[in-house]
């Protein structure tokens, strides 16, 4: 343009592309496991006895060998845990059952101590050590659907299976030698003539499947009824790969 002229020229303006964005969330496998457990460890039955080692969501993620030990641990240590040893030990010196240890003060602690033990190793062997050695999940998978025989069937069967970490049903080994070590464990502390080497030790775990049989049918027809707790999260809310919020 020269000095003096004027120019008038049409709006001009650029047009802006149409774009879509998506922002995809999601957590590894690990993750989603814990908060699965984290959920868990709120159950109790009437709010107040543990119940842990109980997965409402069938198809929960298998636990890693650190949540593994973390249930266990979490479970040993519960007041719930140490009050109930104490009412086993007062039982036991009522009825004046291991004589051995004797009465009074020192009696009872005798008996609160094995009590105790009893239950802790038995948790930790049976409830981790050989869960993750031998790639078991150590929770009972509630059914709650099919007929009253079919969960019934179920209950019991779980007795003596449980889920692999791979996700299929097999032979519970980690329950079963669990309380097979634990009760070889348990000679080394209780009086030695309530000792009776391999046989009771065969007894006890025999009707340790056996309790649990009952505790099993208990879990499916009375106690998750007994059971308040959160909504689960479920694998297939937040898997890798799929959209969240």
């Known amino acids: 343009m020269h000095p003096g002229e004027a120019l008038e020229l049409p709006e001009i303006s650029l047009p802006i592309g149409a774009t879509t964005s998506e922002v995809r969330v999601s957590v590894t496998r690990y993750e989603l496991a814990e908060e699965q457990v984290k959920v868990e460890e709120t159950q109790r039955v009437l709010g107040i006895i543990p119940n842990f080692y ?139 003539s309530n000792r009776d080497g391999a046989r009771l030790t065969f007894e006890n775990t025999a009707l340790g499947i056996a309790g649990s049989g009952v505790a099993n049918l208990l879990q499916e027809f009375l106690i998750r009824k007994l059971t308040p707790t959160p909504r689960s999260i479920r694998s297939a809310d937040l898997l890798p790969g799929r959209p969240g919020t």
């Open 54 to 192: 109980i997965s409402y969501d069938h198809h929960a993620l298998p636990l890693s060998t650190k949540q593994k030990f973390e249930l266990a641990w979490k479970s040993n240590v519960d007041p719930v845990t140490f009050a109930a040893s104490g009412v086993i030990a007062g039982v036991e010196q009522a009825r004046n059952s291991y004589g051995g240890y004797g009465q009074g003060a020192q009696g009872y602690a005798k008996r609160y101590g094995a009590s105790y033990a009893d239950g802790f190793i038995g948790n930790m062997i049976g409830g981790a050590i050989l869960p993750s050695l031998l790639k078991q999940d150590p929770r009972y998978f509630y059914k709650g659907t099919g007929s009253t025989r079919s969960r019934i069937v179920y209950a019991l069967a779980n007795a003596v299976v449980c889920k692999g970490d791979n996700g299929h049903w097999q032979a519970d080994y980690s329950g079963i030698l669990g309380s097979l070590a634990a009760g070889g464990i348990s000679n080394l502390y209780y009086p030695a």
